[in-house]
């Protein structure tokens, strides 16, 4: 497939990020040369950044970021870049307006997901409210977020929006979990018709059986807001593995159908990225490679993929759209 | 108090089973002498009957039971009864009709409960859809079902709806759970325009403090419909307490806010009534004692509580509102 | 089916143990109404007697027996009946002779199977050998017995032999287990042209489904000695369900070709039996019903199932072998 | 061993509680033909009354008592007794004194043992203080009882004093715990130049080897207040086996040296008493023998003692020391 | 010991890998400069290369290699080398013939083990039939493998022949196991006269004790094919750590008796090689060091051992034999 | 804060290993560039050489190390150095004199710590004793180690003395434990007035909050001798945190009463140091970092700390106490 077949909805993006594939790689995606983009430290007092969400905004870029302090509390940051790769993150911690003051409190926050859509700039997040649940907020600056109604019930985790109503309703898939570290988790698809109360309630897709594809054997969740192409929805998703020695990371693709979410058109077996480096594979978690957000240029149908590495760290890899997506069906495991 | 003071909102029901308190018993609640109400047997092929609902119907009373056959699977079975002791129950499962088939197939369903909510009987339970959620269904003959899209995500158990609008919404609590044997469980709130989406999530209760109140230090759900009472809505719901050989059920009491029922009033130390008896202590899960449903005559302030023994019957209990009313405020752990 | 169609391959035995049918009674096997057969003290130091397994012997029957002493120690005793009910059991512990001097040193042994099979009285189970694996002996008399070589490596269980040779050689039925409370267990089949070496390994049932048959979800377990008849090796098998408050043992019955017994011709949804009685439900393991023989009469098809009960003394139960063929056909969950 | 060779030192007390053994009964224990000798609900608010310590007071008895309230919050109470089986709790909880104030607040306490020492009444229980540890307290009156520091750090239960100095110093046994429902337990002896320092700890014993004596082979505590005689220290202590149905809770015997206690002279393999009746198999902790104390008649060699039954009620048995030391010593172990 | 003095039985192999000893080391076992000596992606489509096995064939080596694809499916591939660094492994995966259809599905295979012995190359590995067991194939030209029955009952792991028979049959150990990260585990010992039928099974080494040899504290299990010396079998095998995070496999030797090789000679408390440096302590399955294959030439005591580096890559480290039987003699726990 | 304010109670010592801040560090504590200062195979037999103590003595420093052999045996080795950085540990392991036979058995020892008191050098180190305990030493010169009693009951780790009496009583710091891989840990403070018998335990801290301060939210425990100044003694302590790959120890400090420490004045949110280096993320025990020791310059207020890097090695860090001191009341929890 390439970009005469293959429709792609979304905007041409020429700034966004970029590396050529390395001599050699026939891998779907490749990681940037100069990783970690973001690291540990880069604010005074960050032990780690990871686990972020960008988009495009006016000229360049912004994003929510999840930027864990030296006490080692969750919180999530705002950042500007004008390419992407070097990032402006303010020192304060984001804060949410608006929200009833039941469901305001902060308590913690983590792995943001931005999608522009209906001409706000919504996140989600994993929120915690007695429990981690799936947080909502909107902002058209960047500067002022507007706190709603979390979503769902405890305990959730992974709530990612799609960039778009489908049948007339807002559509989200998140991954129920439990109160710990959850040794179990399927991707669902929800509705809503206002993002305040949400229903029919989907279910999307499974762990993989392990004889089939062991490192998504374990959970996987919903990584980057899909992106609309002519072949689905295209969905970057995280599995986990549990070895011996604890859970690894890794991510595919999936395509879903543009109608109905939660029906799987293609699934890839193999992942297309494993914590194999090492600053993706030491550091306060080791063995993780977990996406949350992806930049896409549909003129040429490169994508950005960013990705947090070992918890501690931000990573870039590199891809074109049309050659994930025949990836995808050609190794698919349906 | 007494019923010169307390407002039961609740039908006048003289026919509720009844048997006076023993001379005595100075508990708020006893149980009927002739338990189990329903046993284990009454159909052909059932291993269990037990938490299970009824409502006034017609001139007597109509149910659904959870009866598990002896493949111990676990299905709903409508039953009749003219004076809420002696059922007449259907050999044949009840199935629902209606859903949209993504949600409409059967896997197992469990612990219902049933509600007259805007001159329908509205049915909840525990249904299989990818793991536990909460099932809706509605009739208003007790012969054809008509099943709505599930409350919630999974995972979740114990959903139990209010007996009217608040505020101009539909509302329903839920303890959200995990795959397993939850050994942690908390009541949320939340909110229906519709009965088809769900929103406005609040937390009620967590489980209390071991050294406050210990047979509900685990986990804890909301058990009948709630009552409303001039007081607030009188709840009676479990607790659990983990011991080394297992989980012991109990069940107690609380007052929520009549606007806001996520505000809680005063909730009781004490149980109302732990499992003590042989065929509480004895069956397939022992120690079990599980309200789902409650009968009410607002007359008389009479209640009469079915629940759940040992997962295997079902027992009755009496007690008079006020008095519990009283004694939740009294014995309030607040 | 009746005893016109059905062949039972076992000797007549008009004198085995048997109470009719009560009244009223649909199910195809039913209790002794004098349980428990054996009392947990019938030894002097005895703790408990369950688990046991007796054949017809002269013009009566004998047995070996799991008698646990008063230190919990487990242990293996002979005994003999004239009626298979009022047991005369030995209080000097079974010791086996001429093992290899590796694996004759008594550690412990549990769960006997007894079967007459090529003239001689064989013995197999659960025999600890740096773990518990599957022991083996003959003796002709009860009297001595021959211990010959562990049939298998730790770990495993419930050790069954079919009585008689399958396709030229010995079978058995086991169960691989762990080190503990084994959460999970298949049941296989083993072939040996020799009881000394054991290959050609198939397996033969894994647990059912959740939803399809609970009692046998978490594992299963060979019981009696299979019984020949003309549509298949009548099996009956335990099955395990864990509840939030432990496992709970009840039984089954399958029947399995008769050349290839690892193949499963029909598999009993229903359980035949599960723990309900006092003496059943209460003890040192709640609610175990546990069988480990049966005495056939091929003449009427009566059958004697003599079980654990909560591993503490023994149960009787009789049916009618035509019945239960019959029934485990048409409840059959495959 | 009789009375003429074994000496007991302790109190004459014509006035213990007493029933001869049953006819045909070779056991060195037997119990109370009407146990539970005091039920779980004497109190008006009680939910159990159990695992509690009774001494000889004036002219007949007086104890403290462990008595869980319908909140299932743990809490000592005092008693009185004209003839050890009739008992005056008094409703309002113990409440201690003296103590600092850092260790003075009443969290929870349980397990209370109580021994004459010195002149004075010495309590010792399972006091909270940022865990389970050992609480200290003396009365003369049992009236005013007068709170000395906690013997040790958390975590640990089952400290049981020695009825006098030993080397000239006070000894207690205990058993280190964690947190919750320890799975491991020995006991240790350690020693205090004044009740409130203590030192030079020794192991006593570990749990027995499965093979050897089940009944305590996940962990053992001590029971009942050492038992002086010319053959050694006569200790009663409980031991727990762990089925896959959760502990059970058995009671043997040792003799420990007169002058170096930690140095056990024999330890019954088989149990003294095991759970086995209703009222020890069905209640809040199902299969639980639990001895806390035991009244002794030097003249006659009589004990009673004095053990909790299933988490719920209290329970006596009887037998003759001398005949027990007998017993310990032709049954050990060692 | 020296080559004067110690008998190798093994052919001369002077074409093995090989590098001199570095300077300044003392240690009986160095590791190659060049590791890892296999890459992890030496396949297109490999995730990992490890746990494999090699053998002298025809001028050169052959072997069965553990090819981890990027499903992560794990897969045995045949591959060839002149030197035995340089490997030509093929690209499709090893698929075995002959076997009965019952047992011949491929599900999963892992940990070779190859040996020439009878003048066939026989493969053992962990095969997936039901749970993970021994499978076992021939082959005589690396090209076709002729599968014969599981050796044994599932679950087991780490099956390693020995090359010749013993006592006049063929002898093999394993690892019994549990159906996870089994947390326990000895090496056995089993015959077979036919390689079909196996028994006379017999316990070798259990984990040693925690205050003794650390690193072997949990499991244990067989590494290379055992090498015939003088002295007795040499076994190099695996041990098993669990710290905190998680367990560590390092590997250490053993002297088995030559005809009775379930009695252990010697058994070194070091270790010969723990996980250490990175591409060891980093990978798939951090601080894991499992040798599967080991060359020897009895000409001059050289021993090659191939080793698997944190479930990712292969590594080789270098010793003298001789040395080896020496230092394990030395440092033995026995 | 500065030197002019603040009191330090500490020898001058001007040759304490140091190097300066490195340019654009802020932190509190930075790290020796050369770290690690002890590698791992220092000894010829030394698996690893981490979580040691060092005190000044005579014209340089002595040192009780903790040095696990390649068998994995956890044992004691003293060791002397001119500057802090280069070592001389010998090779043979510490050995205690003068202890009860019965506690003077070595079963294993690790983690000392040691400091000046009362004109002799005391070693406290974890012990075991029927698990692990607190075992107490003193030498005057490094030679002989006069070996006490152990100073409570296990099961206790991380005991660590107070540099003088306070109040006129030894007093020391500890971590209760269990038998394993404790997941919970709170540290405790005991006295003494003769080193022999301990009493007057009071509970310190808490690991903190999850949303608090995380990298200490799971179990807390002393590290270094605590440092006498005017504000305070200042206490290092080591947290950890469990994510699904296991504990991360990181280190924080916090100052107690002079007089009263059992009273927290203050206590840092953020860590001073957790594990980021190559060096401290991979080792036997991924991603600890825990300090034992510190050296203190009264004169200039530098702090050298050292601490075990990845169970290991030992690493270096210096820093500023009167920084320190401000940092941990700016950035107080409390």
Known sequence: MDMNTLKIVA???????????????AAPLWRYSKNPVIPRDLLPDS???????????????AGVFRCD????????HVG???????????TEVLRFTGADPEVAEWVYGYDPRVTLLDGK????????????????AWTEDFETFHQVENAFLP????????????????AMLSRPSDTGHTAFGDIFYSESPDMEFWGHHRHVMAPAAFEVSAWQCMKIGAGPIPIETSEGWLLLYHGVLRSCNGYVYSFGSALLDLDQPWKVLSRSGPYLLSPQTPYECMGDVPN????????????TGRIAVYYGCADTVTGLAFGYIPEI???TKKHSIL
């Open 11 to 25: 905007p041409v993006l020429p700034n966004l990020p970029w590396e050529d594939r390395p001599s050699g790689c």
């Open 325 to 327: 997506v025949d990836w």
């Open 288 to 299: 993780v490679a977990f996406p949350c957000a992806a930049l896409t240029d549909s003129a």
């Open 80 to 90: 500007f870049s004008k390419d992407g790769i070097h990032w402006d993150i303010k």
């Open 47 to 61: 032990n780690s950044i990871f686990n972020s969400a960008v988009v495009p905004f006016k000229d360049g870029f």
């Open 69 to 76: 302090d030296t006490n080692r509390r969750m919180a999530l």
């Open 155 to 170: 305990y959730n985790r992974n709530g990612v929006l799609f960039p778009r109503k489908i049948g007339g309703r807002y």
């Open 121 to 136: 700039y919504w996140v989600s997040w994993c929120n915690g409210y007695h429990g981690p649940t799936i947080g909502l």
